[in-house]
């Protein structure tokens, strides 16, 4: 049976892996378009709210400290929370999406975090506003793993970079907008009605429902050989008339391999085999690349004002410039990951921030202005390579496993987005400005490092040829 004959006759079907290489190499003939595009859009809406409610929190917390009379310990409490149910969610997610679809968890995901949004509101005591937190990360930390997943998996190889990391775009540009709000909001409406706003994003997992198909190669990987054909035929026809012009004739399809016996496609493929040796590799360059990022940024409005004794406003000032900084940072790499290569990307850049924050803390910190260039510029190299990794992981994995494999990295970035701020906030109380920065130099150069030595390019390869 031909490529072009299962489309025709969606019920026939052969070989699960003569499969998954056909639906493959059917998406590799697919132009770029509006259905992509569109596509991109909702799942994107989905993923920008859902950083919307993960930084709701800081806002929210001068109201909630003054309103339920929290002691530091409680506060700390309730920023921290939300990270370790991230942690969670993602380890979780993974594993959910490669056994019920990328599509129902990802809709899951927002659906839940709306619901948690909503009984934020009712919350009248810290204990039950903390649960509510908790669960409401394992559904950012959820979702945001098997977006990226499921876009990748729905985007032919040609340009893949660009298209995928303008969409991983919208997570950072959902933080600066919510923090832009948040900062509005909060003081005119109070958290409450915030928060109750913040729920209105949830009914996105109708859009989803309705507007976004279940991954073809997800579906042919599970045996629903049938769906996967439907669905696939369904998508070329759409394309056909938004193009208006017949596709053209697949490419030999990537070979696909099956499990191997006894894996199963679970945790133990994940961990065993140059599967297992990838997923040490995106641990380490998820862990290093969140560790540095986080322990830099979490940390300078604090170093601004204690340190160099600026005002609150003028230290709130710098810390965004650096952030804005790394936001430049990832439309570089989105606009150039292409040509440079994942790998490239990720070694040149991590080194190169190494290089900056070494400088910064061979001089123990030097003033206000000189910290502010340096970690601004470390921050363009650190935003660029952790937003590659986002479109990097999913490309080392088969279907079978490409979700938990992702979920992997996202429970490694939160590691670090964990004990990047806790070692940084323990040396630098120990005074030791300079050691701060060249402690996130060494971490960032062990990632460049490691990078070097074992990543494997992956630009310009199908899903199918990089991971069968």
């Known amino acids: 049976m031909t490529i072009d004959a299962a489309r025709d006759t969606p019920g026939r079907h052969g070989d699960p892996a003569e499969l998954a290489a056909a639906i493959g190499a059917r998406f590799e003939r697919l132009p770029l378009c509006r259905w992509q595009v569109m596509v991109r859009l909702v799942v994107g809406a989905v993923t920008f709210f859902e950083a919307f409610d993960q930084l709701l929190i800081a806002y929210a917390l001068p109201e909630l400290r003054t309103e339920w009379h929290l002691g530091t310990a409680q506060v700390t409490a309730l920023m921290t929370v939300g990270s370790i149910g991230m ?156 193009t208006g012009a017949p596709l053209p004739a697949p490419a030999p399809a990537s070979p696909v391999r099956p499990a191997a016996a006894g894996k199963g496609g679970g945790l133990r493929e994940l961990l065993s085999g140059r599967y297992g040796r990838r997923t040490l590799v995106i641990g380490a360059l998820w862990f290093t690349g969140y560790f540095a990022n986080y322990g830099i940024t979490s940390w300078l409005p604090t170093i601004y004002k204690d340190h160099f004794g600026l005002s609150l406003s003028t230290a709130l000032l710098y810390s965004t410039v650096t952030s804005c900084a790394g936001l430049v940072g990832c439309l570089v790499v989105a606009l150039t990951v ?51 990794l986002y479109l990097y992981t999913p490309e080392l994995f088969p279907t079978r496993i490409r979700a938990l494999g992702s979920s992997v990295g996202g429970a490694a970035n939160r590691l670090g987005v964990i004990l990047g701020p806790v070692v940084v906030g323990a040396i630098y109380a120990g005074g030791a400005m300079g050691t701060v920065f060249v402690t996130l130099a060494v971490v960032s150069v062990a990632g460049s490092l490691v990078a070097a030595a074992w990543a494997e390019e992956t630009s310009g390869r199908t899903l199918e040829d990089m991971a069968p």
């Not at 809709?107 to 039950?128: D, F, K, R, V, W």
């Not at 977006?147 to 997570?171: D, P, S």
């Not at 790998?343 to 921030?353: F, G």
Request: aromatic share 8%; net charge positive.
């Open 338 to 388: 292409d040509r440079v290569g994942r790998r490239n990307t990720v070694i040149w850049c991590m080194a190169t921030a190494a290089l900056c924050l070494l400088l910064l803390g061979l001089t123990a910190g030097g003033s206000a202005s000189s910290v502010l260039v340096w970690t601004s510029l470390a921050a363009v190299f650190l935003f660029g390579s952790n937003i590659c």
């Open 87 to 242: 942690l969670v969610g993602a380890l979780v997610s993974g594993r959910l999406a490669d056994r019920i679809g990328r599509v129902k968890v990802i809709a899951g995901c927002i659906a839940l975090s709306g619901l948690c949004n909503l009984a934020l509101t009712l919350c009248t005591s810290p204990e039950p506003f903390m649960a509510l937190r908790f669960v409401q990360g394992m559904a950012i930390g959820g979702e945001v793993p098997i977006a990226a997943t499921f876009i990748a998996e729905i985007t032919r190889a040609h340009k893949r970079g660009r298209f995928v990391l303008l969409y991983e775009l919208v997570f950072p540009a959902g933080l600066t907008a919510g923090a832009l709000l948040a900062a509005w909001l909060v003081p005119v409406l109070g958290w409450r009605w915030v928060f109750g706003l913040a729920a209105v994003p949830g009914l996105l997992c109708f859009a989803l429902a309705r507007y976004v198909p279940e991954s073809p190669r997800w579906l042919a990987d599970h045996g629903r050989h049938e769906e996967a054909l439907t669905t696939m035929a369904s998508i070329e026809r759409k394309v056909e008339k938004i």
